[in-house]
């Protein structure tokens, strides 16, 4: 019997030319089974979208934050009985088998609750997006302080690059612009989105709770492409938002105190060093 994946997107005055790029990669792999549209913009036009695939939901809704909306989609695809489900930003595109080869991956590797494959920018750099899970003066120094000798080797131990970014990894804080999930280990333990964060920081702290059930990986053998904009380097509003989720994840884990962070990052920084030295 074929596995069951669903996929969401979630929507805000997108640029049509990103969404069409997005839906194309999505519906040419021919392995979605569901993919659902949350529109926190929605608009009588933006319903042409269902006329481009019969598996296409589209869920205008109020704009409640990134993390609420796509909780939408995977209560429904849990209710569906979706065996996986991936989450996409709509500035991501990736080639017709990664999520078949995905798919092949969770199946083979019954203990992955999550995987993150390699992404690159559209020029083939590298998107350094495994990382520790973050303390408050990881989060300064990469967005307050000028890049210095100091700055970077901080900032290189934060983004684990020396890994190599070439080998599976069991990290625990990984980025969420594609988010390729098993549906039973979010059913099984009730872990969905906390929808106190808006936007920014709920998908470290979905990962967070995700890496105490099983692991969450780092798959460099499939790559995506992700026209990765950094909108709160660039909008006073949106880093504002992006402060206020970093004050609520740090209220949330603990500041300077967070014993689960200091063991966790622990283990991943020995694991690096034990697969460098094989």
Same mark, same amino acid.
């Given at each position: 019997?074929?596995?069951?994946?669903?996929?969401?997107?979630?929507?805000?005055?997108?640029?049509?030319?990103?969404? !069409?790029?997005?839906?194309?990669?999505? #519906?040419? $792999?021919?392995?979605?089974?569901?993919?659902? %549209?949350?529109?926190?913009? =929605?608009?009588?036009?933006?319903?042409?979208?269902?006329?481009?695939?019969?598996?296409?939901?589209?869920?205008?809704?109020?704009?409640?934050?990134?993390?609420?909306?796509?909780?939408?989609?995977?209560? &429904?695809?849990?209710?569906?009985?979706?065996?996986?489900?991936?989450?996409?930003?709509?500035?991501? @595109?990736?080639?017709?088998?990664?999520?078949?080869?995905?798919?092949?991956? /969770?199946?083979?590797?019954?203990?992955?609750?999550?995987?993150?494959?390699?992404?690159?920018?559209?020029?083939?750099?590298?998107?350094? #997006?495994?990382?520790?899970? =973050?303390?408050? $003066?990881?989060?300064?120094?990469?967005?307050?302080?000028?890049?210095?000798?100091?700055?970077?080797?901080?900032?290189?131990?934060?983004?684990?690059?020396?890994?190599?970014?070439?080998?599976?990894?069991?990290? =625990?804080?990984?980025?969420?612009?594609? /988010?390729? #999930?098993?549906?039973?280990?979010?059913?099984?333990? !009730? %872990?969905?989105? !906390?929808? @106190?964060?808006? /936007?920014?920081?709920? !998908?470290?702290?979905?990962?967070?709770? #995700?890496?105490?059930?099983?692991?969450?990986?780092?798959? =460099?053998?499939?790559?995506?492409?992700?026209?990765?904009?950094?909108?709160?380097?660039?909008?006073?509003? /949106?880093?504002?938002?992006?402060?206020? $989720?970093?004050?609520?994840? +740090?209220? &949330?884990?603990?500041?300077? +105190?967070? @014993?689960?962070?200091?063991?966790?990052?622990?283990?991943?920084?020995?694991?690096?060093?034990?697969?460098?030295?094989?």
């Amino acid at each position: 019997m074929k596995d069951m994946l669903t996929a969401s997107i979630v929507i805000y005055n997108t640029k049509k030319e990103l969404l !069409d790029s997005v839906l194309d990669s999505v #519906l040419k $792999s021919r392995i979605v089974d569901r993919l659902f %549209i949350i529109d926190n913009a =929605p608009e009588e036009k933006n319903k042409e979208i269902l006329k481009k695939s019969k598996i296409i939901e589209y869920i205008p809704h109020e704009n409640t934050g990134y993390g609420s909306s796509h909780n939408i989609a995977l209560k &429904k695809s849990i209710e569906l009985g979706a065996d996986y489900h991936v989450i996409l930003n709509p500035d991501i @595109r990736f080639e017709k088998n990664v999520l078949k080869d995905l798919v092949s991956f /969770m199946e083979l590797n019954k203990d992955a609750v999550y995987v993150l494959p390699k992404v690159t920018y559209a020029n083939g750099e590298l998107q350094y #997006l495994c990382k520790l899970l =973050p303390a408050p $003066s990881d989060l300064f120094l990469r967005r307050f302080l000028p890049k210095t000798k100091w700055t970077e080797k901080k900032n290189d131990r934060y983004t684990l690059k020396h890994s190599g970014y070439d080998k599976l990894l069991n990290a =625990p804080c990984l980025s969420g612009c594609f /988010m390729f #999930l098993r549906c039973s280990a979010l059913k099984e333990n !009730d %872990i969905f989105f !906390d929808d @106190r964060f808006f /936007m920014y920081f709920e !998908d470290f702290d979905l990962i967070r709770r #995700l890496h105490r059930i099983g692991k969450t990986y780092y798959n =460099p053998s499939v790559t995506i492409i992700h026209d990765h904009a950094r909108e709160s380097y660039k909008n006073k509003k /949106m880093l504002k938002i992006h402060i206020q $989720s970093a004050i609520k994840y +740090f209220n &949330k884990y603990g500041w300077f +105190f967070d @014993r689960e962070r200091k063991i966790i990052n622990r283990q991943i920084l020995q694991e690096i060093d034990l697969l460098n030295n094989k």
